[in-house]
């Protein structure tokens, strides 16, 4: 398997599968999680899960990941993060990441993403990866930029239920010794 669990001080990266589906109902139903994510209905239901899960688990090689942020201390799961649209020839993809509200602002994320983005550099070979954030993300933007990612200047719209939602592209770059 390519995709691997990764390990943080406090936080297993686990790879994504089927007995998730009631960790991705709580998380992906949350009004706070949803707050931003303007791409897809709330999830609700066993299918909808299923069929999130199934994307991720789509056999190998494949274009996305997700790995559910696991506490260490006590197992709880506490939100997710990975890539999608993955180009394996020009070394570009997308990252996405979520938290549950109790454990926001608590460092968490920081740590999975500086797994994350270390093991797309060195596994995946990735060249750049694009965040996509709403405006108003407050807390994505300034993740993002702690890890590097820079204003491309592209924005563009994301039209959910009928309504205009923009979004700004952010870009990191990786070190050159790829």
Sequence with gaps: MFFKSLETERLILKNIDAGDADFIIKQFSDDEVNRFLFD????????????????????????????????????????????????????????????YPPYQKKGYMSEALKAALSFAEGEMKIKEIHAHIAEGNTASFKIAEKFGFADSGQTYMEIFRGKEYPHSILIYKAPKNN
């Design 40 to 99: 897809a209905e709330p999830i609700t239901t066993d299918e909808q899960a299923m069929e999130l899960i199934d994307f991720y688990l789509a056999p190998e090689p494949r274009n996305q990941h997700r790995w559910i942020l696991t506490l260490k201390d006590g197992g709880e799961r506490i939100g997710t993060c990975g890539f999608h649209c993955w180009n394996r020839e020009s070394g570009v993809c997308e990252i996405g990441y979520d938290l």
